[in-house]
């Protein structure tokens, strides 16, 4: 869980829900700074426990960049509704049917970054896709995938053992009480986190209370057992980007190194940032993600490339 030390939005950002064919979606829309050339937009994916506000100290570095980016809340998390107990509303093809009609409402190929768990959703979205019969060949929702903190198949067992603990809890308790629990023991995914900011906790705690049990249970269990997909998804010409922390008890750093090989992709090492980089060390990051998004030039058309 990224802690973000506060939950307001920056000063030139505009928060508002944005109207898909699959329902509302609550984001933060950061336009391009003022004065500089526009070169794109992103949409950015949280991770496990997390929102659209762990990007927060992203959005003003990139616009000034010159991108537009847009965090969402996915189904179920923080300020977008969902289901409180129908699990199957949050399997993973649904949150990618989700990302995709995120895309598509906002018009325009994006760049997608996921972080985390929302890394295995943006991967998810990126193969639906492909696998989808465009309307033309050249009309594609993405210009590039950024995997941050997000490895290949399920996570460590370490992890597995605490996010297990987790779904255990939320099945007897109330989400003030799992909140109390997390508070003693470290949230699943809290790599050596960042310390709090000054607003202290109660802001994370806000959040937390406005997640859906249902959503949390299941996206847990798909971090427990999602497959290893890399090999589908170097198959799909799109550029990629795997970008991490320089530790991470989440998916170990020889996976992550491993998966960029098998991809293809730039790989990019954040110094002194654990699990969530994008709120450890933001500035860096910041300029390692627009970095990679100022190589791409064009949408590529939507194609899986031939099998060698």
Known sequence: MSRPPTLTPPPAARAYPLRTARGDFAVVDHPVAPGVEPRGAALLLPGFTGSKEDFRLLHEPLAARGYRTVAVDGRGQYESDGPQDDESAYAQPELAKDVLAQAAALGTPLHLFGHSLGGQIARAAVLLDADTTPVSPTEVPFRSLTLLSSGPAQISQPQQERVKLLRDALAVMSMAEVWDAIESMGAPE?????AVGTGGQEHLRHRW???????????????????????????????????????????????????????????????????????????????AIADFWDTIQAPPARRKQPAP
């Open 190 to 194: 809290d790599v050596g986190g960042p």
């Open 209 to 287: 209370l406005r997640n859906k049990p249902a959503q949390l249970i299941a996206t847990g269990r798909q971090l427990c057992t999602e497959p290893d997909r890399v090999g589908e998804l170097a198959a799909v010409a799109l550029p990629v980007h795997v970008l991490s922390g320089a530790s991470d008890d989440t998916w170990p750093l020889p996976l992550l190194d491993e998966m960029a090989v098998r991809l293809h992709a730039r790989r990019t090492v954040v110094a002194d940032s654990d699990h969530s980089p994008n709120v450890d060390r933001p500035l860096p990051t910041a300029e």
